[in-house]
RNA sequence: GUAGCCAUAGCUCAGUUGGUUAGAGCAUCAGAUUGUGAUUCUGAGGGUCGUGGGUUCGAGCCCCAUUGGUUACCCCA
């Protein structure tokens, strides 16, 4: 037998671990529902066509594929053998496999209103909190199994829609202790007016995927990229001058709007800008040119919002603007937008700025010691009506010294002790004591609900 | 997929140019006080040094392979 593990990029949750990542659930639940978003779940698997092609090239390498079941069987063998050639090629056979794990929320969020348009309300807002898969080589703050929270708008054009997403982000983020969070925003179109003046749309993917990485490697390097990608030198300085607009982000737009050529893109896409600016007061929220972001199913408004400059962890969540994203699945004419938290990140995020309140590993908030036979039936009664009173005890298991019962309290953070021995048992009553003050009192076993509930 | 680093007790680690029965702290368990807890005292258990080969009189240490972890690239939450 060997060693028990978990695949590459998982884990396990304990207890306190899943009580703070409550706390960001709630918290990102509470927000979405104030908005007016509706929960929906997708299952865990797609068919591989729904995933496939939908998040570029990279990302099709890092979808999770499902071996199909029974290829042994002898009608299926030789369907799997040449299945399986095409696998070695590169390709995907359906043969070999049909099912994926889902990749990210959005995309069977599309499939699904593809397939429900006729009977939802549109627009029509959800939200939906769940796991994804992506085969990606672990990292700090890269898991393999993480959860999204992801809430978006489809069948609305209106830009009031990106207002809205923009101040969950902040109140999100307010709530949870994350105040000074960055939220970038950009738009697509002016990237695209952006490539216009530097050799046209075709060369959008390549530009994008240059400056997005000028945070990390630095202009010098993001020029030569280009260069590698084709683009000459008064291209380059172009996209130079961009990169290099600063200020306010009304100045920001006035001077994109001086550097590029006038045009229908360019716009639009500085006039969104300025809507969501102009509606968005005090939300941390700055616009950054050099944003892209990789999904390429986005068309106008993105989001990024990034964990505080303190530590190092880039992403925390993502979003942004789709024209037709059912026209993937041939539904053509539903716009939408939407946003992203990446709950595993933003919990380690937290961890490291202490930011999780101190009494979330609280669970059981009395036990009851066990100060022998006939005492602890005494308690055990005396429990059942506090749990009655919807608090949270336990009676120690078995009699033993009083101090093994106090470090079990202690270990396991429960507050109070309450200690029911045969003088408490003579005069009905017990004695209270809370471990992190010390103090203790008599209290009458009516007292006891009052007692917890103000504590 | 590509590259670097790491692997010794439950946890964090030490282990000299290769040399006897491989150590520490914390944790666990048991005992001097049978109704009051972090402290102190005493003692105990626990490792075929990730795995498999090789070099050597001799390997935790050197070499090769393999597995796992980790960090970075690509990409992303």
């Not at 009580?19 to 865990?44: C, D, H, M």
């Not at 990302?59 to 369907?79: A, P, S, T, V």
Request: aromatic letters at 10%; a negative charge; one cysteine or more.
């Amino acid at each position: 037998m060997p060693k028990p593990s978990l695949p590459q990029g998982t884990r396990d949750f304990s207890a306190e671990t899943i009580r703070k990542r409550n706390f960001i659930f709630s918290n990102i639940r509470k927000v979405f529902e104030l908005y007016g978003f509706e929960p929906l779940e997708t299952p865990a698997m797609e068919n591989l066509e729904t995933l496939t092609g939908k998040y570029g090239e990279e990302g099709d390498k890092l979808i999770f594929k499902i071996l199909n079941n029974g290829l042994n069987n002898e009608k299926n063998i030789e369907k799997a053998r040449i299945g399986f050639e095409k696998v070695l090629t590169g390709k995907s056979s359906p043969d070999i496999t049909e099912r994926a794990l889902k990749y990210d929320l959005t995309i069977p969020f599309a499939r699904y209103v593809a397939m429900n348009h006729t009977k939802l309300i549109f627009p029509f807002r959800r939200y939906q909190l769940q796991p994804v898969w992506r085969a990606d080589r672990p990292q700090k703050g890269r898991y393999r199994e993480f959860t999204q929270c992801d809430a978006d708008v489809v069948g609305s054009i209106s830009l009031m829609n990106e207002v809205e997403l923009a101040h969950i982000y902040h109140e999100v983020f307010q709530l949870l202790g994350l105040s000074n969070y960055e939220l970038r925003i950009n738009s697509r179109k002016i990237l695209a007016a952006l490539a216009e003046a530097c050799g046209g749309t075709d060369k959008l993917t390549d530009i994008t995927i240059a400056i997005d990485k000028l945070d990390k490697i630095g202009i010098e390097k993001v020029k030569e990229e280009l260069q590698q990608r084709g683009l000459n030198d008064k291209q380059i300085s172009t996209i130079e001058t961009y990169l290099n607009i600063t200020g306010s982000s009304e100045e920001k737009i006035i001077q994109v709007r001086n550097l590029l050529n006038q045009s229908a893109e360019l716009d639009a896409g500085t006039s969104d800008l300025e809507f969501v600016i102009g509606h968005t007061q005090n939300l941390n929220m700055v616009i950054d040119f050099t944003l892209a972001r990789g999904l390429n199913y986005y068309t106008g408004t993105i989001f990024e919002a990034k964990a505080p400059p303190s530590v190092q962890m880039g992403s925390i969540g993502g979003g942004g603007r789709y024209d037709d994203l059912t026209g993937l699945f041939e539904v053509a004419g539903i716009p939408g937008v939407g946003i992203s938290f990446g709950v595993d990140r933003i919990y380690d995020v937290m961890e490291e700025l202490k930011l999780f309140p101190e009494d979330l590993n609280i669970g059981t908030k009395a036990l009851f010691f066990n100060m022998g036979k006939a005492e602890a039936e005494f308690a055990f009664t005396a429990m059942q009506e506090l749990r009655r009173q919807g608090i949270a005890a336990e009676l120690y298991h078995e009699e033993t010294k009083i101090a093994k019962q106090f470090q079990y309290a202690e270990k396991k953070h429960i507050p109070f002790v309450v200690i029911i021995g045969s003088k408490e048992m003579a005069d009905n009553n017990c004695c209270v004591k809370n471990l992190a003050t010390g103090n203790q009192e008599i209290l009458s076993f009516d007292q006891l609900p009052a007692f917890f509930n103000k504590h």
